[in-house]
């Protein structure tokens, strides 16, 4: 059995596409979007911690420091490649760094102004290709970077990834019984080409199979 240090940090959340990589944060503030609440109130601001943790080493790695006025959203595996997305409140800034494991070394691949978002109600980073994306509270979603696009979706709707001209997204309904369907919408009008009853789940080898 291995002790593996992490500061109070008791909860490891695996990466899709991939074997070696977990992380974990400590939502000090709950998520990003009710960190920005806490600092908007100007009540006093916990920021969160993150940590990623090799397997099978159990090795602990930490990119950034926690930092008063900043909070860590969702990283993201891509590629062999970790992304981190950091948003400092004080700054007005919103960054997105690569974490090159090898060298322990960080490297700042956008910085975006917070004023280019309405806020950071479901700001996070996407894989394949690496995205910053929003779904705001009424129906609409947005790429941020590396474009822009904006469109409609289904209040019960969830993105899930993007295929060349596709962007795939999750529905739940309650009819009968609970079931979920995947939307297969066009890129990047948001034009609903085709639904499939069933779900996705993400393999190892990046490889995403519809379950249906």
Known sequence: MKLIETQGITHLEKFDSCLEWYWGTDYANGDLYEAEDVF???????????????YPEGIVHEPIQSKENQYFGNPAYIDGKIYILLVNFEEKAIRVFQYVYDKENLV?????????????????????????????GDDQFQIIWPEKVEFTIGSRESFLFRSGEKLFFSEWHEDSEYREEVNIRKYPSGELLEKIDGTVMTMP????????
């Open 108 to 136: 700042l691949i956008v910085e975006i102004p917070l004023c280019e978002v309405k806020d950071c109600y479901n700001l996070k980073l996407d894989a394949s290709p690496l995205m910053l994306t929003r779904q705001s």
């Open 205 to 212: 080898n990046g490889e995403n199979w519809i379950l249906g």
């Open 40 to 54: 908007l109130m100007g009540k006093r601001f916990e920021p969160n911690r993150l940590i990623l943790v090799r």
